[in-house]
Nanobody, 126 residues
Framework: VMRLMESGGNSVQTGGSLTLSCTAS????????WTWFRQAPAKDREGVAG????????YYADSVKGRFTISRDYAQSTLYLQMNDLKPEDTAMYYC???????????????????WGQGTQVTVSS
């Protein structure tokens, strides 16, 4: 069983930056898609940014394009999310998730992801 652990969440002001990390308990290439999700109170979990290992294709939600960057460090089995120009609407619990490729997988949809971390809280104040 692979375990994921997020870190880096914090409270920042509007316009600030944060970098989230997600460390896997085993080698990253054992799965194909790694994605950051977030969930605000009373809202559905939404995909923020995803990356496909091997080819390094990246996927972003429209709401974060140009502000967030997803990357990974294979040697450290770590996934990152660099978040710039943060806004109050970015406030949420952020989760990393991973899964193998499968037919019909929608990268930014929570359905179909096998491995999940416990989350790290990001709070952006105006």
């Amino acid at each position: 069983v692979m375990r994921l652990m997020e870190s880096g969440g914090n409270s920042v002001q509007t316009g600030g930056s944060l970098t989230l990390s997600c460390t896997a308990s085993r080698y990253m290439d054992s799965t194909n898609y790694w994605t950051w999700f977030r969930q605000a109170p009373a809202k559905d979990r939404e995909g923020v940014a995803g990356i496909r290992t091997g080819v390094s294709n990246t996927y972003y939600a429209d709401s974060v394009k140009g502000r967030f960057t997803i990357s990974r460090d294979y040697a450290q089995s770590t996934l990152y999310l660099q978040m710039n120009d943060l806004k109050p609407e970015d406030t949420a619990m952020y989760y990393c998730a991973a899964t193998v490729a499968r037919q019909g997988l929608q990268v930014l949809s929570a359905e179909g992801y096998t491995y999940w971390g416990q989350g790290t809280q990001v709070t952006v104040s105006s």
